[in-house]
């Protein structure tokens, strides 16, 4: 079966293997025919065109030969290359110019040396015709080459593409865990809350277990979305907020407006709750007295920007570093946007409390392109 293959191959190379070895035969001929002509040596056309297409296309069957002794001993061990072709090229210029020598002594029907000084003649070029056996194998090398630098490339491209994959894969699947370790740290808050509240005020733990659930349905309803509307996002802290108020009751009051043209930018899901919550957690809930919570959306010079704000006790750089809420935020935004997005923690510009800043690029969101 392999030599059938092999064979299949050489058939379908025949073709351009003759086309090749008719241009040296083509001007071996006119070369002939000048050559005869000036010396009137009585050779017909017919018998030219026999000696020279007849010597030339010897070299079809030898060029598939020294293609494969190429490969087989190729330039890399250039010692053992060099003994085995330095020999061959010599070995096939003879049979060449031999073979050339019964072509012109045997089909001419007058030619005018015997074979024996045809021989000799033909022998003088001798040099020139090893260099017919390197020049095919310089071609063959570099044509295989071209080959392995081709493959090499192309299997380069497709590393480079399979990396790419496995990045957004990698990157898909840190988001994902980001946003899980996010879920269950909400939800312990909130039942940790509830709790609180069941030896105090049992019917607001139920209005909070219900807003709750409400909120739980929400969010896996979202299933494992990597972007929401603006829009969505605000309504979904609402809902959340909702929740807290339950537990704060009128020592928590709420102020969260979304700028019109901000409404259908898209936003990573549940990217406001934790900072939301760490501004409860650490602003609110660390005193008695009524608090204000402030939640924006804007676009500012191409950018959109999401700030959330209370008048607590201040920035405390131990809420950054102790909880989870703004550590993840921050890696989610690292992980979506890199350079391109920001999260900034300082105190408002009245000097009391803290302020939380996070500034996006400001995509279109895909209902928006369509419209």
């Known amino acids: ?8 191959g050489l058939m379908r190379k025949l073709p351009l293997l003759l086309l090749i070895w008719a241009i040296p035969a083509c001007i071996s001929f006119l070369q002939g025919w000048l050559i005869y002509r000036g010396m009137n040596i009585p050779v017909t056309p017919l018998e030219n065109a026999l000696i020279a297409f007849g010597a030339w296309w010897i070299w079809v069957p030898a060029t598939p030969f ?20 330095l020999p061959l090229s010599m070995l096939f210029g003879v049979l060449f ?5 019964v072509l012109s002594f045997s089909v001419a029907d007058q030619w005018p040396m015997s074979f024996a000084a045809t021989l000799a003649n033909e022998v003088l070029f001798l040099h020139l015709v090893a260099l017919i056996y390197w020049a095919v194998l310089g071609v063959s090398y570099a044509l295989d080459y071209h080959a392995r630098y081709e493959t090499e490339k192309e299997r380069a491209l497709m590393l480079d593409l399979e990396r790419s994959k496995l990045e957004a894969a990698l990157a898909g699947a840190k988001l994902s865990a980001l946003q899980m370790q ?44 990597r972007s929401v509307p603006l829009r969505q996002e605000f309504e979904w ?11 704060f009751g009128d020592r928590l009051t709420c102020d969260v407006r979304l700028a019109a043209d901000a409404g259908d930018l898209d936003v990573p899901p549940f990217i406001l709750q934790p900072v939301v919550e760490n501004a409860i957690r650490h602003g609110i809930e660390k005193r008695a007295a009524a608090r204000q919570l402030s ?16 008048d607590g006790p201040g920035y405390l750089p131990s809420a950054v570093t102790s909880g989870v809420g703004l550590a993840n935020t921050k890696e989610r ?23 939380v800043t996070i500034t996006l690029p400001a995509p279109v969101s895909d209902h928006e392109a369509k419209a």
């Not at 509830?194 to 909120?215: C, E, F, P």
């Open 333 to 355: 935004l690292q992980t979506l946007y890199g350079a391109s997005a920001t999260l900034e923690i300082g105190t408002p510009e009245g000097g009391k409390g803290c302020a």
């Open 182 to 225: 996010l879920q269950p740290h909400f939800l312990f808050n909130s039942l940790h809350a509830v709790s609180a509240l069941m030896s105090t005020d049992v019917a607001g733990a139920r209005r909070m277990l219900v807003r709750l659930a409400d909120l739980l349905r929400t969010v896996l309803d979202s299933g494992d979305t």
């Open 1 to 8: 079966m392999e030599r059938d293959i092999v064979l299949n």
């Open 237 to 247: 802290l609402e809902q959340y907020l909702d929740i807290e108020a339950v537990r």
């Open 295 to 310: 939640v924006t959306g804007n676009v500012e010079e191409g950018r959109l920007v999401l700030q959330v704000m209370d």
């Open 97 to 101: 110019l031999g073979w050339s020598a």
């Open 66 to 85: 020294i293609v494969w002794l190429g490969r087989r001993y190729d330039a890399r061990s250039w010692r053992k290359a060099a003994f085995i072709h």
